[in-house]
């Protein structure tokens, strides 16, 4: 009887520990997308400034 119980406690810490793993990669992926995201509209806004600068220097 004890060893069932130890055994059900046992799994509710591990699928907690999962659950918890398993946000804190999305979180990772989330954050990861957002600077990629960034890093494209930065790199988009430096080619339109160029562009401009091309415009208005010719």
């Given at each position: 009887?004890q060893f069932?119980?130890?055994k059900e406690e046992?799994?509710d ?5 999962v ?8 979180k990772?992926?989330k ?6 995201e960034?890093?494209k ?5 430096q080619?339109?400034?160029?562009s401009?600068d091309d415009?208005?220097?010719h």
């Amino acid at each position: 009887m004890q060893f069932k119980q130890y055994k059900e406690e046992n799994q509710d810490e591990l699928d907690d520990y999962v659950e918890y793993q398993h946000k804190k990669n999305s979180k990772q992926v989330k954050r990861k997308w957002r600077e990629i995201e960034a890093l494209k509209e930065q790199k988009r806004a430096q080619r339109e400034i160029a562009s401009y600068d091309d415009y208005v220097t010719h």
